[in-house]
């Protein structure tokens, strides 16, 4: 069983910062992308930034410059340092782990950290 928890999240004002945490247990393949995604009240979950087993990045133009993905493959876990938060930033953060072979695709969610800040 696959579980991925979530810690960091906090009210922080404008222009600080926070550094969110996901640790992942159970069996994950090696090959595997985990990333940050986020919701807002009434607005459509929306990806943050991925990073992949091998390093490779990919930010949302929203925070790109001000956010930075990272992990470390021997603890299973993945960080996100939030930087220059804005008002915007504020919502619900879900960690994601994502495995996929020739023709299928898997999924693990976290319960959600939330992010509040204000202005």
């Known amino acids: 069983q696959v579980q991925l928890v979530e810690s960091g999240g906090g009210l922080v004002q404008a222009g600080g910062s926070l550094r969110l945490a996901c640790a992942a247990s159970g069996s994950i393949t090696a090959t595997n992308t985990m990333g940050w995604y986020r919701q807002a009240p009434g607005r459509q979950r929306e990806l943050v930034a991925t990073i992949t087993s091998r390093g490779n990045t990919n930010y949302a133009d929203s925070v790109k410059g001000r956010f930075s993905i990272s992990r470390d493959n021997a603890k299973n876990t993945v960080y996100l340092q939030m930087n220059s938060l804005k008002p915007e930033d504020t919502a619900v953060y879900y960690c994601?782990?994502?495995?996929?072979?020739?023709?299928?695709?898997?999924?693990?969610w976290g319960q959600g950290t939330q992010v509040t800040v204000s202005s």
């Open positions: 994601n782990v994502q495995t996929k072979t020739i023709v299928t695709v898997r999924d693990y």
